[in-house]
């Protein structure tokens, strides 16, 4: 599920020509990957004790998806220089923030997404609907814009 919502934010600007399909799929990654957390915080690789935590790790919050979100971006641009660090920062948050905000949507409020604040539990619905809209203005954006957005200058 969250491998597919992160798609559903990043597809309209792959498929539109906006963002290349290795910077698509390296945005799609961290999505699923900051699951690894639970297995951190378990001490364990077995799946039984990894979901069986008490709550979310820290590592399952906004602050947490904004800032690996920004490390993440800073080392995509030591790769290239072809999107400006801000839409890279961008991508890379939006995919972890849609993993953390899904969480918190299950209806369980142990997923500490607005830490350090309370972070209580919040309807589905809400969280699909914003990903839904979010998604559709990436799509109504790229298509607007003539030639490939963001790009400064060839790999």
Known sequence: MHALVA???VL?????GRIGWWLALFT????????LDHAVAAGSLHPARMISLAARPLSHSLLFA???????AALWRTRSRRY?????W???GLSLASHVLRDAADGNETTPWAWPAAS???PAGL???LFFALSLLHLLLAARRPGPAAVLRPE
């Open 28 to 35: 799609v990654a961290p999505a699923v990957l900051i699951d």
């Open 84 to 88: 400006p660090l801000g839409l890279l």
């Open 66 to 72: 904004l800032g690996a979100g920004g490390l993440l």
């Open 120 to 122: 209580p539990a919040w």
């Open 90 to 92: 961008y991508l890379f």
């Open 12 to 16: 309209p600007l792959c498929l539109l």
């Open 127 to 129: 969280f699909f609907g």
């Open 7 to 9: 798609v559903v934010l």
